[in-house]
């Protein structure tokens, strides 16, 4: 790439990503067993926990001429995972089932392999064998591990933005260089 178009790196190696990819698989695992269907939520569901890592995939490929766009994207897959948070915690309210205390032994143990696993693999194995309660108070826990990613993602954008600019800044600077001034 060109000082104008900088390579804007692989996508799959953002930790935000890998997160959002491995509660993309245990989502759609997750929705294809324990909801009914023809249930609206499924689709809900799926579609936000898509949204969360497709939006971080369309940001950092926006990333070499928009920073503006590469932000809102980012944000946007933020508030998808947000949703998704919302729908997981529905889930258990509505079935009268226990969301996970932080300081709890089950939260502590799954913040743990959070921080340790992003692939989808090792999560699927897992929950291979869990009831919906615990699968769900698992999502939970990853997507709020994800939503902290995505928040030191956006201040990491901003920053990189007022340090060097956008598209547009580039495009000055290298006219300006480029006709000697």
Same mark, same amino acid.
């Given at each position: 790439? /060109? ?11 953002? @930790? ?18 324990? @909801? ?48 998704? @948070? ?10 009268? %089932? ?5 300081? /709890? =032994? ?8 959070? =921080?340790?696993?992003?692939?989808? +693999? ?31 993602? @956006? ?13 547009? +800044?580039?495009? %000055? ?9």
């Amino acid at each position: 790439m /060109s000082e104008l178009i900088p390579h804007t790196g692989n996508y799959k190696k953002l @930790l935000s990503y890998q997160k959002s990819d491995v509660i993309f698989q245990i989502t759609f695992d997750f929705c294809s067993r324990f @909801l009914s269907k023809g249930d609206r939520t499924i689709d809900q569901m799926i579609q936000a926990a898509r949204s969360g890592k497709q939006n971080i995939i369309e940001g950092c490929a926006a990333s070499a001429t928009s920073a503006k766009t590469e932000i809102r994207l980012v944000n946007v897959a933020k508030a998808s995972l947000k949703e998704l @948070l919302e729908d997981y915690e529905d889930y258990l309210k509505t079935r009268h %089932h226990r969301q996970w205390e932080k300081g /709890s =032994r089950e939260y502590e143990a799954m913040r743990k392999l959070g =921080r340790e696993h992003n692939d989808a +693999e090792f999560f699927m194995g897992l929950i291979a064998t869990r009831p919906p309660e615990t699968i769900a108070n698992m999502a939970i826990i990853l997507i709020n591990q994800a939503d902290y990613l995505l928040f030191k993602q @956006l201040e990491r954008l901003g920053r990189d933005f007022l340090a060097t600019g956008g598209f547009s +800044e580039r495009m %000055h600077t290298l006219r300006r260089k480029n006709r000697g001034y």
